[in-house]
């Protein structure tokens, strides 16, 4: 049994809620188990939630949900670029796979619209990250 954690960004709800309900969709089929969720402004803020869900004993993975959108500047870069750096060190110092399911930067929200699969696809990373590290243990 796997357990997971979503950090979900609801900047870009609209996006990020359809995100959700296909990673939880994917969670059930795979047999694992959804124990929390957390919802963050936006992506940016990810690293603390995603750091307070990693120390938790009854979580193995965690899920980032989120959606970064092109805007007149370069913004969306800094969002995505610090979040995502900040979540795979995370992962590394507590031990624990967390998969990135945040589409962007440099996308319009149309493109938006056709990667509602990240969400599907960061579940499907975790669940892997646990079961081959368990693996390895073995
Ligand atoms: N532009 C996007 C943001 N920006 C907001 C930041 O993530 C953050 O909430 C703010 O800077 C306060 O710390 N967030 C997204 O999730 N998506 C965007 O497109
Ligand atoms: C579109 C957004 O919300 C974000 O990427 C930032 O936009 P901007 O660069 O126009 O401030």
């Given at each position: ?14 996006i ?16 694992a ?9 936006g992506v ?18 965690v ?6 959108i092109?805007?007149?500047t370069?913004?969306?870069?800094i ?9 795979a ?8 796979p ?6 962007g ?5 149309l493109?938006?619209e ?9 579940v ?6 646990v ?6 243990d073995?």
């Open positions: 049994m796997v357990n997971l954690g979503f950090v979900i960004a609801e900047f870009n709800r609209d990020t809620y359809m995100m959700e309900k296909v990673a939880e969709e994917h969670a059930e089929f795979l047999g188990i959804v124990k929390y969720k957390i919802v963050v402004p940016f803020d990810m690293p603390l939630a995603v750091k307070k869900l990693l120390e938790k004993k009854d979580i193995d993975a899920v980032t949900i989120g959606c970064v092109e805007g007149e370069e913004h969306d870069e969002v995505v670029h610090n979040a995502a750096r900040k979540i060190d995370l992962s590394l110092q507590y031990d624990k967390v998969a990135l399911g945040i589409s930067p440099g996308m319009t929200r493109q938006a056709e990667r509602v699969d990240y969400g599907k696809r960061a499907e990373a975790a669940v892997k990250m079961k081959r590290l368990k693996a390895l073995e």
